[in-house]
Antibody
Framework: EVQLVESGGGLVQSGGSLRLSCATSGFTFSGYWMIWARQAPGEGLHWVASVKQDGSEKYYVDSVKGRFTISRDNARNSLYLQMSSLRAEDTAVYYC????????????WGQGTLVTVSS | QSALTQPRSVSGSPGQSVTISCTETSSDVGVYNYVSWYQQHPGKAPKVMIYDVSKRPSGVPDRFSGSKSGNTASLTISGLQAEDEADYYCCSYAGNYIWLFGGGTRLTVL
């Protein structure tokens, strides 16, 4: 069974840092692109960042470039999002998701972890 | 500002059909036919219902169907059931491993 479990969310002050983790199981993690998406309270979904299977390519939405870093550890089957210089507008539930290239879609999602940035 | 525009809400009675539209306002997005639709119940993770415009993952009822005409993709749910009440998001690949989501549509089953 494919599972993605996020952790690391919490309350942080504006300008602070936080590292999110996504532990995966049930599939060959190293064979998939992975992404982080977020959803502000009462708002819609937004893609945040994506990373290639071997970590050699990374892409970010403009609003987090230079502040967030996506990474992965294929030996630990884990995905990470290092967030720094956090702002109130980064407050959201953060989801990790698996991207299946043959389907061009995110076919498995975690349950999310809430990040609250206080100003 | 999202390049994918969805209606904020739609509604229908049990047994009826509803269609949710997703209009691409950016020409870059329209180059690809990689449109997905996700269902999200309150407090839950998104679930893919349609991928590649019209393909349905196993386990998704055939009441759910997708299509695209020009720059507008559509999700149609026929034979509405109470459990279909949820938020629905379209998502399109915009190139360079960047994706755009629509603003979401709240489906209410009356």
């Amino acid at each position: 069974e494919v599972q993605l479990v996020e952790s690391g969310g919490g309350l942080v002050q504006s300008g602070g840092s936080l590292r999110l983790s996504c532990a995966t199981s049930g599939f060959t993690f190293s064979g998939y692109w992975m992404i982080w998406a977020r959803q502000a309270p009462g708002e819609g979904l937004h893609w945040v960042a994506s990373v290639k299977q071997d970590g050699s390519e990374k892409y970010y939405v403009d609003s987090v470039k230079g502040r967030f870093t996506i990474s992965r550890d294929n030996a630990r089957n884990s995905l990470y999002l290092q967030m720094s210089s956090l702002r109130a507008e980064d407050t959201a539930v953060y989801y990790c998701a698996r991207y299946t290239e043959s389907w061009h879609t995110f076919d498995y999602w975690g349950q999310g972890t809430l990040v609250t940035v206080s100003s | 500002q999202s390049a994918l525009t969805q209606p904020r809400s739609v509604s229908g009675s049990p047994g009826q059909s509803v269609t949710i539209s997703c209009t691409e306002t950016s020409s870059d997005v329209g180059v690809y036919n990689y449109v997905s639709w996700y269902q999200q119940h309150p407090g839950k993770a998104p679930k893919v219902m349609i991928y590649d415009v019209s393909k349905r993952p196993s386990g998704v009822p055939d009441r759910f169907s997708g299509s695209k005409s020009g720059n507008t993709a559509s999700l149609t749910i026929s034979g509405l059931q109470a459990e279909d009440e949820a938020d629905y998001y379209c998502c399109s690949y915009a190139g360079n491993y960047i994706w755009l989501f629509g603003g979401g549509t709240r489906l209410t089953v009356l």
